[in-house]
């Protein structure tokens, strides 16, 4: 499989713990995004990078939340002392440098509980 | 500021019927369109995109989407509904040259009842 890869599928942690999630893009993908969804909504994007570089950050992304692609390949999304409100599902997609307008490729997401 | 309005949260059809999904979008730019779907654990796949070209769009299995400037709506559509179309629909907008700020709506739950 090709596709947009996610690890872990589910994380449950306790109330200000720390937790990572993994993206793996499409190999030849050099955009990345990182989304937040909630019961009952559509996806909120949080941020997104090309290549290495983040290019740009929602003010959803609080000072807690940090994301890396350090080689341009794989990302990281990382939560700090996790709280109820971080719940949801976090959603990964890439898409192709290409002249024109081209879809985004989506991941299967991580569903995060915190307790 | 772009955003969509997904006007109806749930949309139940019988198998066989046809299906209409209905999306109104803002944009203060040439906007591009997306359809995605989203199935029980499974990611976000797109169905169909309007990019300025044809304003009636064919997507996969079967659906298709139309661009009214008029009525800035992009409404879809199924002749005949299967059972394997139940699952989450979304509306997508974006800015045509800016594709990285994509506003999402709250989504339609379609049923499809044998």
């Known amino acids: 499989d090709t596709g947009v890869s996610q690890d872990p599928r589910h994380k449950i942690t306790k109330r200000g713990q720390n937790v990572t999630f993994r993206c793996d893009p499409i190999?030849?993908?050099?955009?990345l995004y990182w989304y937040r969804q909630t019961l009952g909504q559509g996806p909120e994007f949080l941020t997104y990078?090309?290549?290495?570089?983040?290019?740009?950050k929602s003010r959803l992304l609080s000072d807690r939340f940090s994301a890396e692609r350090p080689k341009g390949s794989f990302s990281t999304l990382e939560i700090q002392r996790t709280e109820q409100g971080d719940s949801a599902m976090y959603l990964c997609?890439?898409?192709?440098?290409?002249?024109?307008?081209?879809?985004?490729?989506f991941g299967p997401g991580t569903r995060l509980t915190v307790t | 500021a772009q955003s969509v309005t997904q006007l109806d949260s749930h949309v139940s059809v019988s198998e066989g019927t046809p299906v209409l999904l209905r999306c109104n979008y803002s944009?203060?730019?040439?906007?591009?369109l997306f359809w995605y779907v989203q199935h029980p654990n499974k990611g976000l796949q797109l169905l169909l995109k309007?990019?300025?070209?044809?304003?009636l769009v064919k997507g996969i299995n079967g659906f298709e989407a139309e661009f009214k400037k008029s009525e800035t709506s992009f409404h879809l559509t199924k002749p005949s509904a299967h059972m394997s179309d139940a699952a989450e629909y979304f509306c997508?907008?974006?800015?045509?040259?800016?594709?990285?700020?994509?506003?999402f709506g709250a989504g339609t739950r379609l049923t499809v009842k044998p």
């Open positions: 997609a890439s898409s192709p440098r290409t002249s024109g307008t081209y879809e985004q490729y």
């Open positions: 190999s030849e993908h050099n955009r």
């Open positions: 990078f090309q290549n290495e570089a983040q290019l740009e």
């Open positions: 944009s203060s730019y040439s906007p591009s």
């Open positions: 309007y990019t300025s070209a044809a304003t």
């Open positions: 997508v907008v974006s800015d045509l040259y800016n594709n990285n700020d994509m506003r």
